[in-house]
């Protein structure tokens, strides 16, 4: 009887171990799409010695890339690997970018400017710009679902190496909204500071779970996990970082975006990018 109950506890263990982590996920599963580099035709980039920074990133719901790159900003549409527009800017620098529904958000920092610009969508033309939208030295910054989370220096006293980081949230017409804890606005359970320290990158939320990418530097593993909303770990993926490529300079989570049911990883092989599209269905198989 003794045995049959320590038999039983074992099985359910390595049961619930298996529901937990998905370990080493098949490349097989998941797609890669390959488009050249390039400031004329391709996807726009800047670069600097060996160095390559595209600095906008996103996808819409039809499964539409954009970049924004280059030393003067070019933002560039493709369906696949085959270019739909692409068009040049002098009124703003290449940054991050964010779609909601048929416009697309940009915030040029550069130069202390502080400007929030709106895009249309379809042919990249401005809709909207709002100047200056605080007055403070910004940091880094990032949007979040229908908001622009922006990490500044408080100005209150000179600007040195020890001058406090706030976070605070903007509208996307540059109202401001609220002062937030994190970089991601979410609850602290959700967000602790050990995440903060080891540089885990929160990507979106997927069935009302949340999804979390950090890099395991002694596997050279890309690790994702799945958590509830109790920050309890429900799934685990890892994929080894030569699958990916090589990643772009700049801004590593702009380089990752949940979309359609889907983490696109955008990063670099030759004179390609190349978007790896990670279906989270497959990525979590027990979830």
Known sequence: MYRTKVSFRLYTSIVALFLIVVAF?????????????????GVPLYKQDIFYFVNGFDVDEKGYYYFLGGENAILACFKGNELVYR????????????????????????????NLFVLNKADGSIIDSY?????NRV???????????IEMFDNKKKIDMSTQMEFAMFDLTGKFIKQV????????????????VNATQFIGKWNNNFVYWDYDIDNKLYRFTLRNKECKLIGTANIDKKFFGKPFYGNPIEHKK??????????????????????????????
């Not at 996920?25 to 035709?41: A, C, F, M, V, W």
């Not at 100047?131 to 007055?135: D, E, G, H, T, V």
């Not at 940091?139 to 989370?149: H, P, V």
């Not at 804890?181 to 903060?196: A, I, Q, S």
């Open 87 to 114: 068009k040049k800017y002098d009124e703003l620098k290449a940054n991050q970018i964010n779609i909601l529904d048929d416009k697309l958000y940009l915030f040029d920092f550069k130069d202390e400017k502080n």
């Open 258 to 287: 949940l979309r359609n049911g889907n983490i696109y990883i955008l990063s670099q092989d030759g004179n390609d990018a190349v978007i790896t599209v990670l279906p989270l269905k497959v990525l979590f198989k027990a979830q």
């Open 25 to 41: 996920t098949s490349n097989d599963d998941y797609k890669q799409i390959r488009i050249p580099l390039g400031n004329e035709s």
């Open 131 to 135: 100047k200056n939208i605080l007055k």
């Open 181 to 196: 804890g994190n970089r991601y606005d979410l609850p602290k359970v959700m967000y602790p500071n050990e995440f903060e």
């Open 139 to 149: 940091n880094s910054f990032l949007f979040m679902d229908t908001g622009l989370i």
